[in-house]
């Protein structure tokens, strides 16, 4: 598998040289595989969401570099403009960025930008459409009639028919109910299973990434706190929630029930896991 993102000791400042001077990302070097499916998570604050910016070239850094597929982004000769179609990024409650008459023209807004003709254009309005569960009766539509995971979707649609190779997703979930949020995890679910392209997914909530993802990043005060797979790092549940983080319901039921001398194992982050710790626990007593 190749290598889709590298970062080098990466920095970024705000406000530098004022008394609010504050290192939001500080010294992140980590590399992501082709195809893979990442979840970052960190507190608010943790600097997730500067961090994402900087791997789509919209924040500068202040030290170090960003590589994808092998090219430095910030290098001179490098056209920003074109890593941006490369490294799609869905922005936080990104359904605020909808504009045009209809579904159909605010998912072909990014297609045309990119120089395609109408042809072209229609294809990607109709894949991306698709891939977010958007008919065709949705599309005649205008966004502002439409619910909120509605938006979101057509959002996630507008960046997915860029088709790009590298999607970034922050807070993909936020604010919507439980049965939105399901619907749209789901989908990028869906979409990173059948497109095999890499995708990162934004989350304050680890129960939304640990279904999903094959890596998980976890960012404590600008720096990585570990980044590794995802039973690995559930294996460290009770160091995530030492720092303050919100460790799936099934883990906290786990490490509760070691108090009592009941160990269903180091890595419960799913139900699924917890039957199997359970059945486990049972076959071996039978053994006994
Ligand atoms: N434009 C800005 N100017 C100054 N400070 C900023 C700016 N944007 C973010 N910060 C600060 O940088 C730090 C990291 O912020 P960032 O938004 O990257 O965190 P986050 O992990 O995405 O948080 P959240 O979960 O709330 O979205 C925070 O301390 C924040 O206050
Ligand atoms: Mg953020």
Excluded: W
């Excluded at 070239?57 to 430095?72: H, M, Q, R, T």
């Excluded at 997703?169 to 497109?195: C, F, M, Q, T």
């Excluded at 890596?215 to 690995?232: A, E, W």
């Amino acid at each position: 598998m190749g290598l889709a993102i590298e970062l080098k000791n990466l920095s970024h400042k705000y406000s530098i040289g004022t008394p609010f001077e504050i290192n939001a990302v500080d010294s992140v070097s980590l590399k992501i595989n082709q195809g893979e499916f990442v979840g970052v998570i960190g507190h608010t604050g943790s600097g997730k969401s500067t961090l994402i910016q900087m791997i789509n070239g919209l924040i500068k850094p202040s030290e170090g570099a960003v590589f994808i597929d092998g090219v430095n982004i910030y290098d001179k000769a490098v056209s920003l403009r074109d890593i941006r179609f490369k490294v799609g990024l869905v922005f936080q409650y990104s359904e605020h960025q909808l504009f045009e008459e209809t579904v159909y023209k605010d998912i072909a807004f990014g297609p045309k930008n990119m120089g395609l003709n109408d042809n072209e254009v229609d294809k990607k309005v109709r894949y991306a459409a698709k891939i977010m569960g958007i008919d065709d009766e949705m599309l005649k539509r205008s966004p502002f009639d439409l619910s909120g995971g509605q938006m979101r979707r057509v959002a996630l649609a507008g960046v997915i028919a860029m088709e790009p190779q590298i999607l970034i997703l922050d807070e993909p979930a936020a604010g919507l109910d439980p049965k939105g949020r399901r619907k749209v995890l789901e989908l990028i679910k869906d979409y990173h299973e059948n497109s095999g392209k890499t995708v990162l997914l934004v989350s304050h909530s680890m129960e939304d990434v640990v279904d999903y993802a094959t890596k998980v990043l976890v960012m404590n005060k600008g720096r990585v706190f570990c980044y590794d797979d995802t039973d690995k790092v559930f294996s460290k549940a009770q160091q995530l929630q030492e720092i303050g983080l919100d460790i799936p319901q099934i883990s906290r039921f786990a490490l509760a029930l070691k108090k009592y001398d009941v160990d269903l194992g180091n890595n419960i982050y799913t139900v699924k896991k917890a039957v199997q710790g359970v059945l486990n626990l049972t076959t071996n007593k039978e053994k006994l």
